[in-house]
């Protein structure tokens, strides 16, 4: 409309004539409707905005609405950050972030845990060894063992998501190695030639793992086996 006659209207006597503004020009910043982002640039009457203003503005436009995402990125992260940090060193699931050159930027209070318990580091600022060579084979998981513990880190980008998991059946690896093959369909003596033990050693294993399962038959265990592998 023309200033002459948006000096007719109510909206004028309300807000633009107490603040001395005949000329606006609005920019809005893609945003959620419940959170709006617009910048108003206002000038007195006399001398309009040009073309050439709005243009501007025009391709300005993009990048305040980049740097409103940027910023609110920002925000959410920090909080995220802050809620790692403050979490207890006991839970069971940790976070990491590995910087381009493999150092370590941050680690929460449950992953330094993990990685002391696991590997006997003390939060220093490389990842152990062991992740490394991990990292630059390529796979997406790493397991690794601790009496009936076992940790999972798996990465997505530059990111590792570390996972302590208790193993329910309570077997020691061997145990688990020779119920394996067990469950393959191997006698006790193809199970101690694969092994590289005795096959009274493995008679001893199964009585064990029989103990534990509260089983007294190699298809009962193994069907106990199995039902925790498809649970996993």
Not at 5 to 13: D, F, K, V
Request: proline content about 5%; glycine content about 8%; overall charge positive.
């Amino acid at each position: 409309m023309t200033l002459k006659e948006l000096c007719r209207r109510r909206i004028y006597s309300l807000w633009f004539r107490p603040w001395g503004v005949g000329h606006e020009l609005t920019v809005a910043i893609p945003s959620p409707p419940w959170h709006t982002k617009t910048f108003l640039f206002d000038r007195a009457p006399g001398r309009d905005f040009t073309e050439r203003d709005r243009l501007v503005l025009d391709l300005l436009q993009p990048h305040f609405g980049r740097l409103w995402r940027a910023a609110r990125t920002r925000r959410q992260l920090r909080a995220a950050m802050e809620g790692l940090e403050a979490a207890s060193d006991q839970d069971e699931r940790g976070v990491i972030l590995v910087a381009p050159d493999g150092l370590v930027e941050f680690a929460s209070p449950a992953a330094k845990r993990l990685l002391h318990d696991y590997f006997g580091e003390n939060g220093g600022t490389e990842v152990p060894t062991a992740v490394a060579q991990w990292l630059e084979s390529g796979y997406a998981t790493f397991v690794r063992r601790a009496g009936s513990n076992r940790l999972t880190i798996s990465r997505s980008g530059s990111t590792l998501l570390l996972e302590e998991t208790r193993d329910e059946l309570g077997l020691t690896a061997r145990e688990q190695q020779v119920l394996a093959w067990v469950a393959r369909g191997k006698t006790n003596p193809e199970v101690a030639e694969i092994l590289w033990v005795s096959p009274t050693t493995v008679r001893k294993h199964l009585e064990n793992v029989y103990a534990k399962l509260g089983v007294h038959t190699r298809t009962a265990a193994v069907t106990r086996f199995l039902g925790l592998i498809d649970e996993e």
